[in-house]
């Protein structure tokens, strides 16, 4: 159910057509070895769909929760209101992506600085963090 519910959401996001050759050529490549090709065909926007499970913070995780519709304009947003530079990014225990950012935030920067999700995945429940330069 879980992962249906998953793959409907991934089809809305980017098209059916889109997700069926994503898995073609992901299951393809898979046989001989590479991982990853259905999450680089399918795109960012399927790449950071979290779906239901266990070690989410209750109760969302009972529900598939989508990344931002405007990334770029919503850290653009939270910047103007906080005076600082923001970057909104996936993170979890295979990597880190930034989804979007604020004019003058190096997403090359934050992206390495959060690759091994220093902030923790699951039961540490950490949904916001503050990266700033070692003084």
């Known amino acids: 159910m879980r992962q249906s ?3 409907e959401m991934a089809m809305r996001e980017v098209g059916a057509p889109r997700i069926v050759l994503a898995a073609l050529i992901g299951g ?8 990853g090709d259905f999450y680089r065909i399918a795109g960012r926007r399927v790449a950071a769909i979290d779906g239901p499970n266990r070690y989410t913070v209750k109760p ?13 304009q919503v850290a653009a947003d939270l910047s103007r209101l906080l005076g600082v530079g923001v970057a909104i990014v ?4 295979l990597g ?5 950012a604020s004019d003058g935030v190096d997403r090359e920067f934050v ?4 690759r091994d999700n220093p902030m923790g995945q699951g039961a540490q429940r950490t949904p916001m963090g503050v990266l ?3 003084q």
């Open 90 to 93: 996936d993170c979890n225990d």
């Open 111 to 114: 992206r390495e600085a959060l």
């Open 5 to 7: 519910v998953v793959m």
């Open 28 to 35: 393809l490549t898979r046989t001989v070895g590479r991982g």
């Open 60 to 72: 969302f995780g009972y529900y598939v929760i989508l990344a931002p519709e405007r990334p770029d």
């Open 96 to 100: 880190s992506e930034v989804l979007g």
């Open 132 to 134: 700033r330069a070692a």
